[in-house]
């Protein structure tokens, strides 16, 4: 009776056994390690998510820090915007690098085809084109934090602000340094006998018995101006920003602050001397307060996707035109 299973037949059934162990045992390989060519766009490395191509616009269509030069990649702009808490990085021109928080309007996401420029850094990666950003999300992104209160004292987060147009929200500049902490500076101040602390700029400390009346809250994460610098000597917490100013007050004191009625001649000039100046308690919650008249400088700032007012104090006094702008949809 002839074999049922010739040479070939049983060299055959043996790669196909072992082929069939092969694949049934085979595990997932790695996802990949860098993006590469023009990257489409939800596809994500290491966390980074490619959002698309975006339009510049005057100002940037993300406001954050940027850096250039000749050996730029898609990597080590993401890095340098994680070093600096921020979200979103964008690389533009082939050596440019932008951080941001949102993208700015009016920007907007245009054929992907258009961030078509290879980084200086690495030819097989595109680092958008002429006035064309390549963005990506930081999809694992936790930043640093403010602290709600400090650790065994009386001192309690406010909020964050935008500093005025002009002056400052406290008046006081009592320490800078680069080892900053939010403890450090609460100390400082009620070492001076104040009953506001701010930090700003990740080393500055500034301290005040009162805290200017008309700030604008900017804990918005889409306000222009925010408190997103790592304290110098605590990464894991926030000391401000530029031009925004994370205020701590000492709830075992009662403070008082200046606000103003404005429009008509009340006979106030803002000394406190006027019939209408007056003083009044500060609440626990410290809520902004804008009286809708008078004579303020109005500034816009972003909110949410939209404009709105912001009130700020005129030096000389004359009434600016108070305006209210939506961004387009």
């Known amino acids: 009776?002839?074999?049922l299973f010739s040479p070939t037949m049983f060299l055959f059934v043996i790669l196909a056994a072992l082929l069939g162990q092969t694949v049934q045992g085979q595990k997932p390989g790695p996802g990949p390690q860098s993006f590469s060519g023009?990257?489409?766009?939800?596809s994500v490395v290491k966390d980074w998510k490619y959002l698309g191509c975006s339009t510049e616009i005057p100002g940037r269509a993300l406001t954050g820090l940027s850096f250039s030069n000749d050996g730029m990649t898609i990597e080590a702009c993401q890095d340098f915007c994680t070093k600096n808490n921020f979200p979103l990085s964008g690389v533009e021109y082939g050596r440019e690098c932008y951080c941001g928080r949102f993208l700015a309007p009016p920007a907007g996401w245009i054929y992907n085809k258009d961030c078509d420029m290879p980084c200086k850094g690495n030819k097989n990666q595109m680092c958008g084109g002429n006035a064309r950003v390549s963005v990506f999300n930081n999809t694992a992104f936790k930043g640093p934090q403010p602290l709600k209160t400090v650790a065994g004292t009386s001192w309690q987060y406010v909020s964050c602000f935008?500093?005025?147009?002009?002056?400052?929200a406290l008046t006081t500049l009592v320490k800078a340094?680069?080892?900053?902490?939010i403890p450090m500076c609460t100390s400082a101040c009620q070492g001076a006998g104040f009953a506001f602390a701010g930090l700003e700029y990740g080393r500055e400390c500034w301290c005040g018995?009162?805290?200017s009346a008309d700030l604008e809250d900017a804990s918005d994460p889409m306000c222009a101006m925010q408190c997103d610098m790592p304290c110098g000597g605590d990464a894991a917490t926030i000391c401000g920003g530029r031009g925004?100013?994370?205020?701590f007050k000492d709830s075992s004191k009662?403070?008082?602050?200046?606000r103003r009625h404005h429009g008509e001649d009340h006979g106030g000039d803002g000394s406190g001397g006027g019939k209408r100046d007056h003083q009044v308690e500060e609440h626990a919650h410290d809520d902004y307060r804008d009286f809708g008249h008078g004579p303020v400088n109005v500034d816009i700032g972003a909110r949410k996707g939209r404009f709105v007012k912001v009130v700020r104090r005129s030096p000389d006094g004359q009434r600016q035109v108070e305006r209210e702008e939506r961004?387009?949809?």
């Open 244 to 247: 925004a100013i994370g205020i």
């Open 254 to 258: 009662k403070t008082k602050k200046m």
């Open 162 to 168: 935008m500093e005025p147009l002009y002056g400052r």
């Open 327 to 329: 961004a387009a949809s």
């Open 209 to 211: 018995a009162t805290r």
């Open 177 to 181: 340094d680069d080892r900053m902490t």
């Open 1 to 3: 009776m002839a074999s």
């Open 38 to 42: 023009t990257p489409q766009v939800g």
